[in-house]
């Protein structure tokens, strides 16, 4: 459902654009994903909204089958990328799992500045992005998500995500339109 408006105080959640995510290869480039995500910040900073930073930094420490890198990650691994523009006033949010909401002070940030609803935007569709979006929707949040402001690095996922799930939880639609509902 495309989106059809936005609460006066949404804020924007952009989801792991750091250097060590940016740089694994995604279904679509991840250049075009931090611009599209930096112009999302400006629009929202030039109206006084919130911004929120995210970043992985750990690995929930549940059981998985997936294997662990066996090499250690670069220094500057979960640093957010420059292009983003980060201010003072915007929030950062450092988690150790793929939603943004669990283990981290998210939510009372949020409802703290008084934000009913959430844009949604970054990398990965299907893992950070959908788990955020889903945790938003569980806390009572509206969500949108900017479609083409989101990637993964498997394309079916992806797909999955933007196709299937985001259409049950919020409202999708493109930067532009969404920018263009801000005012």
């Known amino acids: 459902m495309p989106a059809t408006a936005l609460d006066p105080r949404t804020a924007l959640v952009l989801i792991d654009l750091q250097k060590g995510i940016v740089a694994l290869p995604c279904v679509h480039p991840s250049a075009e994903i931090v611009e599209r995500g930096a112009r999302l910040a400006a629009a929202f900073r030039a109206k006084g909204l919130p911004v929120v930073l995210v970043n992985v930094a750990g690995r929930a420490p549940g059981r998985t089958d997936t294997p662990l890198p066996d090499r250690e990650l670069p220094a500057d691994w979960a640093e957010l990328v420059p292009e983003l523009g980060r201010q003072p006033q915007d929030i950062t ?14 939510d009372l940030e949020l409802r703290r500045r008084g934000v009913t609803q959430i844009v949604l935007a970054g990398i990965a ?32 996922a992806h797909r999955n995500s933007v196709e299937r ?13 969404i920018i263009k509902l801000l005012g």
Do not use: C
Not at 129 to 134: F, G, K, N, Q
């Open 93 to 106: 949010v450092t988690k150790q799992q793929w939603g943004a909401f669990h283990g981290t002070n998210l």
């Open 125 to 156: 569709t299907s893992v950070g992005v959908e788990s955020t979006a889903r945790g938003a929707h569980e806390h009572g949040y509206h969500v949108t998500v900017a479609t083409d402001a989101v990637t993964d690095m498997n394309p079916d």
């Open 165 to 177: 799930i985001f259409p049950m939880l919020a409202e999708t639609d493109s930067t532009e339109a």
